[in-house]
């Protein structure tokens, strides 16, 4: 069973650019989630998405955006990148009714210069 | 964003001892979660608890869901180096998708 991968695992963008960031969920996984981790800090939800449609989202600007594929893969999207943009970008996945068995990449490093 | 409070910020202890950490909230959440996150790694679920007052071990660890539904505590017992790191907690609202984080208590211990 492989679990959620995410890339890249490092990213260096300029600030007013925009960026896609990739998760591969869980085998047998339906839900992913996006979070967002400032240093030192704990992560914040951006959005969740199921079945294809965002299912809920956080305290974030439309600038933040994501796709979820039938294979049940998604991207998260930053347009007109700001330097507090600069985290760590986690992505979870988990079945939907399972008990929140929510499973975490390694996450992509994003720095906005 | 909301973050829930947790405490303490950071412990520092020798190998044996035993810690406790505590998360609180201001919201009553159905689901209380606690989570280890390694540098460079994202967090990993060490225990789930999902009804008020239950206490869950996990080998070393036992966490328990506060009767009030606003807080939840994990103690480690027995500390070998391999514990060192973030602890995280988080929190679900009824009806609610998203895990409401706490700011973290890092774990060192002293040779």
């Known amino acids: 069973e492989t679990g959620v991968t995410q890339s890249p695992t490092h990213l260096i963008k300029t600030r007013g650019q925009q960026v896609t960031l990739r998760c591969s969920s869980q085998?047998?996984?339906?839900?992913v989630s996006w979070y967002q981790q400032a240093l030192g800090q704990g992560p914040q939800f951006i959005f969740q998405?199921?079945?294809?449609?965002?299912?809920g989202r956080g305290n974030f600007p439309p600038r933040f955006s994501g796709l979820q594929f039938p294979n049940y893969s998604s991207e998260l999207n930053v347009n007109a990148l700001e330097l507090d943009d600069s985290a760590l970008y986690l992505c979870?996945?988990?079945?939907?009714?399972?008990?929140?068995?929510?499973?975490f990449g390694s996450g992509t490093r994003l720095t906005v210069v | 964003g909301q973050q829930l409070n947790q405490s303490p910020q950071s412990m520092f202890i020798q190998e044996g001892e035993d810690v406790s950490m505590n998360c609180t909230s201001s919201?009553?959440?159905?689901?209380w979660l606690w989570y280890k996150q390694d540098p460079g790694e994202g967090p990993v679920l060490l225990i789930a608890?999902?009804?008020?007052?239950e206490l869950t071990s996990n080998g070393r660890l036992t966490a328990q869901f506060g009767i009030t539904r606003k807080d939840s505590f994990l103690n480690i017992s027995a500390s070998i180096p391999s514990d060192v790191g973030i602890y995280f907690c988080?929190?679900?609202?009824?009806?609610?998708?998203?895990?409401?984080f706490g700011t973290g208590t890092r774990l060192t211990i002293i040779p």
């Open positions: 608890l999902y009804k008020a007052g």
């Open positions: 988080a929190g679900r609202l009824p009806g609610n998708e998203k895990l409401t």
């Open positions: 085998s047998g996984h339906n839900t």
């Open positions: 998405y199921y079945r294809e449609e965002e299912n």
């Open positions: 919201s009553i959440f159905n689901t």
């Open positions: 979870a996945s988990s079945s939907q009714g399972d008990g929140y068995g929510y499973t």
